[in-house]
């Protein structure tokens, strides 16, 4: 199974086992001012792709340097958004951890500063950040100069996105895991339930469609 296998929360660096440790429309991407009651951390940035209005929460718990989580939103994602968020039965959100390496740190405090400044252009940033982490030809993927050069493409300055109050990232994961208990990444969660195979489609629709 495509996960990865977390042994503690303490332990940044997992054991490795089969993986390593802006349109107002019905897709529309949308920062909540409401926290949903699936966040466990009170001044999380939460931004939504999908309608606000939709009875169901699609959350993915990521960390950017999993394979793996690069996998699922590359593949999984897309027929989430055509099926189930853009025909308005669900939303989705995603929360970054840092479990593998320092790149993980690193993204889950980026990902987190650009839903805090720049929500309008999250879901075009990360996409890039988990294109990008299957490309070779791209050097120094998730370090700083990395992420300032994809933020000028998006025309936003770096001290100013990063500059921004988010929560530390240690904390942030561990909230996550203490919340949800899930042990692996990609964990994807509908309506609050952990689902038990993030990469099961058919399951994940049948969980929203059940509501």
């Keep these: 199974m495509k996960h990865v296998l977390i042994l503690m929360v303490s332990l940044l660096l997992a054991v490795f086992v089969t993986a390593c440790g802006g349109e107002d429309n019905e897709a529309a991407d ?3 001012e409401d926290r949903p009651a699936t966040s466990p951390v009170e001044d999380e940035p939460i931004v939504v792709k ?14 950017y340097s999993c394979p793996y989580c690069v996998d699922w939103y590359m593949d999984i994602l897309p027929e ?10 669900a939303q989705f959100r995603s929360a970054p951890v840092s479990f593998v390496d320092e790149n993980s740190e690193r ?5 987190l500063a650009v839903k805090e400044s720049a929500p309008e252009d999250y879901f075009a ?3 890039r950040l988990y294109a990008d982490a299957e490309d ?12 300032e050069e994809v933020l ?5 300055d770096y ?4 500059g921004a109050p988010v929560p530390d990232t240690d904390e942030f994961t561990n909230a996550y895991v203490e919340e949800h208990g899930f042990e692996t990444v990609p964990a994807v969660l509908v309506d609050g339930e952990l689902m038990e195979d993030s990469f099961d489609y058919d399951a994940i629709a049948d969980a929203v469609n059940a509501d």
Excluded: K
């Design 107 to 111: 993204l889950a405090a980026f990902d």
């Design 159 to 162: 001290d100013d996105v990063m």
């Design 152 to 156: 000028e493409e998006f025309g936003l």
């Design 50 to 63: 999908g309608d606000e209005e939709a009875e169901s929460e699609i959350l993915l718990v990521t960390d």
């Design 136 to 147: 070779d030809a791209v050097s120094g993927w998730g370090e700083p100069s990395y992420q």
């Design 30 to 32: 949308n920062q909540n």
């Design 80 to 89: 989430i958004e055509a099926n189930l968020v853009d025909e308005g039965a």
């Design 125 to 127: 940033i990360a996409e």
